[in-house]
């Protein structure tokens, strides 16, 4: 069974610029969690979306919003971004959100943004 | 808020066992995880342990977990030099991680010859 995939693996943007993110979970899972991993702040929940509906938020600014779609694929989108945007985006699948190990989440290689 | 500390660097020799400690602060979490990230890659799931327990064993790993002190550790025996890699440590609260997973901060395993 693939794992979780995510694309791009890297990307250059600038200030200001918006950007898109793609996770496509392992098949059968229906829940999508995305993180944001930095040096300084280490691994921060974003948000996870289960059954196209966003379940939680993490605590971060609405220029972060997200997807997902009816396959469970999820997209996770960036606007004006800021310096403080570069990070490794990492997206993690589970089979369902209600709790007990079988929502153990598996995570994706990850996008690598740089913003300049 | 939740909380989860490690230490941030251990360094074994090969062939010895190291063992890498976790503190947590909610004490409603229900699963607390161990993960391993290698240079340029995503989080791989190495085990996990359900509160009610308080130990675990899958081959090289071994997780004991003291609920009253809320501390988590992860022993592996016999290191290998693949095994260098940062071991984040992970809850999830009572809801499943509804509210996303809890991680530390990281703990850098440095593998000496």
């Known amino acids: 069974k693939a794992g979780v995939t995510q694309t791009p693996r890297y990307l250059i943007k600038t200030r200001g610029q918006q950007v898109t993110l793609s996770c496509s979970p392992i098949?059968?899972?229906?829940?999508v969690s995305w993180y944001q991993q930095t040096p300084g702040q280490g691994l921060q929940f974003l948000f996870e979306y289960f059954s196209e509906t966003q379940r939680n938020k993490g605590n971060f600014p609405g220029r972060f919003s997200g997807r997902q779609f009816s396959n469970s694929r999820s997209e996770m989108n960036v606007s004006t971004l800021e310096l403080g945007d570069s990070a490794l985006y990492l997206c993690?699948?589970?089979?369902?959100?209600?709790?007990?190990?079988?929502?153990?989440?598996?995570f994706g290689p990850g996008t690598r943004l740089t913003v300049l | 808020g939740e909380d989860v500390e490690q230490s941030l660097f251990l360094s074994v020799r090969e062939g010895d066992s190291s063992v890498i400690n976790c503190t947590y602060t909610?004490?409603?979490?229900?699963?607390l995880y161990w993960y391993k990230q290698e240079p340029g890659a995503g989080l791989q799931l190495l085990t996990y342990?359900?509160?009610?327990?308080d130990m675990k064993q899958d081959q090289r790993l071994t997780v004991l977990l003291n609920k009253k002190d809320k501390h988590l550790s992860l022993r592996i025996a016999d290191t290998q030099t693949g095994d260098s890699a940062i071991y984040f440590c992970?809850?999830?609260?009572?809801?499943?991680?509804?509210?996303?997973?809890?991680f530390g901060k990281g703990t850098h395993l440095i593998i000496q010859p």
């Open positions: 992970a809850e999830a609260d009572s809801g499943g991680g509804a509210d996303g997973l809890t």
């Open positions: 909610d004490s409603s979490s229900t699963y």
């Open positions: 342990i359900f509160s009610n327990m």
């Open positions: 993690a699948s589970s089979l369902m959100a209600s709790g007990g190990a079988r929502d153990t989440q598996y």
């Open positions: 098949s059968g899972h229906r829940s």
